[in-house]
């Protein structure tokens, strides 16, 4: 199987269910700030909770492979920082910019890229990556949202307070307990977090139809740069300093190189974070790694 046939069975569907949603959102009235709160906090901590409760954690590489995927996500906060500053940007542009370029989705797209390219034998790799950058993502997309108007400790409090930080929490709990939950419980997790993506991705398309597409502004310009490439690029070099090689190294690379998370829409129409800018970054990203991650994949 090629390269263009991978990324069209896992890009194709996606685009599929956000065009589903912007035509249905054209001829019915759906509410988008509901569904966005139904994924916010009902469906995110299902996801969470059953990837975290059970995730493999042990293993020696493991801290290396944290603090990898987390320098690359450093990298691209630090460079919209400084243009941010050097640009004198709002607060709102600067904090939607930031979350768009630092958290990917590492989740459906990365593990079934990290799949085909690595082999099976990778996917725990990718797993610890897509917890790390996930609960990554959440904390800071939460973070920056409430810093706009509150102090950075009471934005951090908030964000570890989130439905679904709370969820990892006790998923954790559950995890290194090992502790087995009775399949009455179970198995209602698993359904509602097996309907997170596709009513994200439906949601998008709403929110496409009701905001229109921005257009590449210089905020989504610097966003493209620095989460296809500079994010990649940080995450790899960190990574082969601290010695991961491989597999290991290869799937930092490539979860690190994934388009901007659909989440991060979610997280700006809840909090009223520049939902048109956000949503526009989240649809051209995915559609520009159409072009970057086959060219990630070649260099590996």
């Not at 199987?1 to 001829?27: E, H, I, K, Q, Y």
């Not at 400084?82 to 979350?99: F, K, L, Q």
């Not at 790390?132 to 964000?159: C, D, K, M, Q, Y």
């Not at 966003?223 to 940080?234: Q, V």
Request: charged letters at 10%; hydrophobic letters at 60%; proline letters at 4%.
């Amino acid at each position: 199987m090629s390269v263009a046939n991978v990324l069209f069975d896992v890009l194709t569907p996606v685009a599929l269910l956000v065009v589903l949603g912007a035509a249905v959102g054209r001829r019915l009235d759906f509410d988008v700030a509901s569904l966005s709160r139904l994924s916010y906090y009902v469906l995110g901590p299902a996801f969470v909770f059953a990837v975290l409760a059970d995730a493999e954690l042990d293993g020696s590489v493991v801290v290396r492979l944290v603090v990898a995927g987390l320098a690359g996500m450093g990298a691209a906060l630090l460079v919209v920082a400084a243009w941010a500053r050097i640009a004198r940007v709002d607060r709102e542009i600067a904090a939607a910019t930031a979350m768009t370029s630092a958290y990917g989705n590492v989740g459906n797209a990365g593990l079934a890229i990290v799949g085909f390219a690595l082999g099976e034998d990778a996917l725990p790799i990718a797993g610890v990556l897509m917890l790390t950058i996930n609960v990554g993502g959440l904390v800071l997309s939460v973070g920056l949202a409430e810093a706009r108007t509150r102090s950075p400790l009471h934005a951090l409090l908030r964000a570890l307070s989130a439905p679904m930080a709370i969820a990892g929490g006790l998923a954790l709990v559950v995890n290194v307990g090992n502790v087995e939950l009775p399949l009455v419980l179970d198995r209602p997790i698993g359904l509602l977090a097996n309907a997170l993506i596709p009513i994200m991705l439906f949601t998008l398309g709403l929110q496409l139809v009701q905001t229109g597409v921005v257009g590449v502004t210089a905020d989504v310009g610097v966003m493209l740069a620095c989460k296809l490439a500079l994010a990649p690029l940080a995450a790899g070099l960190v990574a082969a300093a601290i010695g991961l090689e491989g597999d290991f190294l290869d799937a930092v690379i490539i979860q690190s190189a994934m388009p901007p998370a659909v989440f991060c829409a979610v997280v700006a129409i809840e909090y009223d974070l520049a939902p048109d800018r956000v949503t526009t970054g989240v649809v051209l990203g995915t559609f520009a790694s159409v072009v970057t991650l086959p060219l990630v994949l070649l260099a590996l």
